[in-house]
């Protein structure tokens, strides 16, 4: 019986205009991701959302949405972007609930996944993403073993995309490859602010789709095809 390969999971949040880019790299590569989007943030044509280390940060129009994210997972990561946790109960639930179900008429597909904004959450927050029909919701609190849970409204990844030990965290998870591992990483487009910064995540990339002990997959697939029991 030959070894599970390691899984490569990656999602990425805010749909920027950099996305562009971003999927293109991914598309060569052969790389699988997931787009976290708020549904309400985004108008007909593009807009100029902040300013990111004097680089500007634009929201992706919808009008090309479909096509930049062909082919992609697509997760709901609440209709506005705001703190759920300090919301009342009822607020944090249509916040969550109509972002799905926008994102689900928008794209015409199930979306399944979920990611915190501002990474913060309670008890209250994991049960509303729960009872609004999402089979998981990412967190930023980094672990070493993300797969499979304790529970899967709080899937916390490996680590940013930009963290310093990157590799020293994907050698880990590829040591454990035979037993089925999990890297799991993530971050905003918008944050590969240089062009040497773009040339060498794309790098990171192509080392990632051409090992042969690796494979990417979609983060949902995990949880829709998987029955093994929870890390304790």
Request: net charge negative.
């Amino acid at each position: 019986m030959s070894p599970k390969p390691l899984t490569l999971i990656q999602c990425w949040d805010d749909g920027v205009s950099t996305d562009t880019r971003l999927v293109d790299i991914f598309r060569r590569h052969g790389a699988k991701a997931t787009f976290n989007l708020n549904a309400g943030l985004h108008e007909k044509p593009r807009r100029l959302d902040w300013i990111y280390q004097g680089t500007e940060v634009w929201k992706l129009g919808l009008d090309e949405m479909r096509e930049v994210y062909s082919g992609f997972a697509i997760a709901n990561h609440s209709l506005t972007h705001p703190h759920l946790d300090d919301m009342p109960s009822d607020a944090a639930r249509l916040e969550i609930a109509e972002g799905r179900d926008r994102l689900e008429q928008f794209f015409g597909k199930t979306v399944a996944g979920f990611a915190y904004p501002f990474g913060t959450y309670n008890e209250a927050v994991m049960s509303a993403v729960r009872e609004t029909g999402h089979v998981y919701a990412r967190t930023v609190q980094n672990v070493r073993h993300p797969f499979p849970p304790v529970d899967a409204m709080a899937f916390h990844p490996c680590c940013h995309f930009l963290a310093p030990d990157f590799w020293e965290r994907y050698e880990r998870a590829r040591d454990s490859a035979g037993n089925g591992g999990v890297f799991y990483f993530w971050g905003h487009s918008y944050e590969l602010i240089t062009e040497s910064m773009w040339i060498a995540f794309e790098a990171s990339v192509a080392r990632m789709s051409h090992d042969p002990l690796a494979c990417w997959q979609d983060i949902v697939t995990l949880f829709t095809t998987s029955a093994q029991p929870a890390h304790t």
